[in-house]
């Protein structure tokens, strides 16, 4: 049974640092690209960023790119999501997904 776990999300004040955390199992984890998606109020589901199996490519969508970092760690099943110079806009649930699965998300809160 496929799960992913997502953890890390809370409020921060504007300009503030978090890294999130996606906790893989139920399928050969090291052998897919993955991503991780967010939802902000009243939007849609929306892609971030994307990285492949051996975690050597990512790709960012432009609201994030140079702010927020992908990366894997395949011996954990682990993917994370480091995300720096937070703004109100990026307040949204963030998943973590694998083909057409998520989690239930984490809630990043960005306010002062």
């Known amino acids: 049974q496929v799960q992913l776990v997502e953890s890390g999300g809370a409020l921060v004040q504007p300009g503030g640092s978090l890294t999130l955390s996606c906790s893989a199992s139920?399928?050969?984890?090291?052998?897919?690209?993955m991503r991780w998606y967010r939802q902000a109020p009243g939007r849609e589901r929306e892609l971030v960023a994307t990285?492949?199996?051996?975690?050597?490519?990512?790709t960012y969508e432009h609201f994030v790119k140079g702010r927020f970092t992908i990366s894997r760690d395949n011996t954990k099943n682990m993917m994370y999501l480091q995300l720096n110079n937070l703004k109100p806009e990026d307040t949204a649930i963030y998943y973590c997904?694998?083909?057409?699965?998520w989690g239930q998300g984490t809630q990043v809160t960005v306010s002062s």
């Open positions: 990285i492949d199996s051996g975690g050597s490519t990512t």
């Open positions: 139920g399928f050969p984890f090291s052998s897919y690209v």
């Open positions: 997904g694998w083909l057409g699965s």
